[in-house]
């Protein structure tokens, strides 16, 4: 493989990667753009608008963050309640003092900070396209690792700066888990919630009944100079198509399988010769036993034929010689 071609093909992918950001970022989203859904990067499409919530019947995204052990100063406990595509009226059991439930993530404050509540990101679907980023923010981005939305326009804080949240929805074989949350250590005012959910995988990676893959692949990026930077659904042995849900013949496993059933044989056929010489030694011992006791017996009944007769003989001269004594 040409080493000068590779790096050409990587220069152009990450190129439109770029160009797909700069028109993404530079115009609202259009009529045509479905709110929750990121169709224009170049390799790869998501689809979040099953974690968008819009009434109470299920737990709330909800979390609450600590202290940052990294920073000098001790950081207040805070609770976050936040929606994907969405405002945070769903949750109906918001401080009485979070009067504003238009944003889609809101802060509140737990023990000392107990009155305190802000909106920390909004949510305008005309901008849709303007809030997604991949979650790996390598130079050659992969993004079967999830994406990131980033809620701006949030109230203001010390200084007159916006708060903001960013939510990572990392690429996992779950449907929704919630990991962390945190304040930013670089940027002021910024928050950070993470979570892993199937939902965030790219759409290449079909989800089914059985989870990602169909619990028997991984969603990976392609590495090859063609495919470059596209996702799809990596299959276990044994298993195919685009969602690995297809069992497949696989020349190797079936050798495999072929040298296991052959083994298998020779295992029982030798198993057989082995009963039949164990079988065979117990009829010989057999038939030795029972010709050494018939050998006995006849020995014995010699024995005893011969005893008699020695014994009459005696009898018959013993009684001749009383008929000569008289």
């Not at 009067?99 to 305008?124: E, K, L, M, N, W």
């Not at 009963?275 to 065979?280: D, N, P, S």
Request: contains cysteine; aromatic residues 10%.
């Amino acid at each position: 493989m040409d080493p000068r071609a590779s790096a050409q093909r990587r220069l152009r992918h990450l190129g439109v990667t770029a160009v797909a950001a700069i028109a993404i970022y530079a115009t609202p989203a259009t009529g045509t753009d479905t709110p929750g859904v990121w169709d224009s990067f170049p390799t790869a499409t998501f689809d979040l608008r099953m974690l968008t919530k819009t009434e109470a019947t299920t737990l709330p995204y909800r979390i609450t963050d600590g202290d940052l052990e990294c920073t000098e100063e001790v950081e207040a406990d805070y609770t976050y309640v936040f929606n994907f595509f969405g405002d945070v009226s769903y949750f109906s059991e918001l401080p009485s003092y979070c009067a504003d439930t238009s944003g889609a993530a809101v802060q509140f404050g737990v023990g000392g900070q107990a009155t305190s509540c802000h909106t920390v990101g909004r949510y305008d679907s005309t901008y849709d396209d303007q809030i997604w980023s991949l979650l790996d923010k390598s130079s050659d981005a992969d993004p079967s690792k999830g994406v990131s939305l980033k809620y701006l326009d949030g109230d203001s804080c010390s200084g007159g700066v916006k708060r903001q949240l960013t939510l990572n929805v990392e690429c996992y074989d779950h449907p929704y888990r919630l990991v962390s949350a945190s304040e930013s250590v670089f940027q002021k005012c910024a928050y950070e919630i993470n979570v892993q959910s199937y939902y965030g995988c790219p759409q290449e990676c079909p989800i089914t009944s059985n989870g990602l893959c169909d619990g028997h692949g991984l969603c990976m990026m392609e590495l090859n100079d063609e495919n470059h930077g596209t996702p799809h659904c990596y299959c276990n042995t044994g298993r195919g198509g685009s969602d690995c849900s297809q069992k497949v013949h696989d020349k190797h496993t079936s050798s495999a399988d072929s040298d296991e059933g052959s083994g298998t044989g020779v295992q029982i056929a030798f198993l057989i010769i082995l009963l039949l010489i164990f079988f065979a030694l117990v009829a010989s011992i057999v038939y030795m036993t029972l010709q050494v006791m018939r050998y006995r017996k006849e020995t014995t009944e010699t024995y005893t034929a011969f005893n008699a007769m020695g014994t009459e003989e005696i009898e018959l001269h013993n009684g001749a010689s009383r008929e000569n004594a008289f």
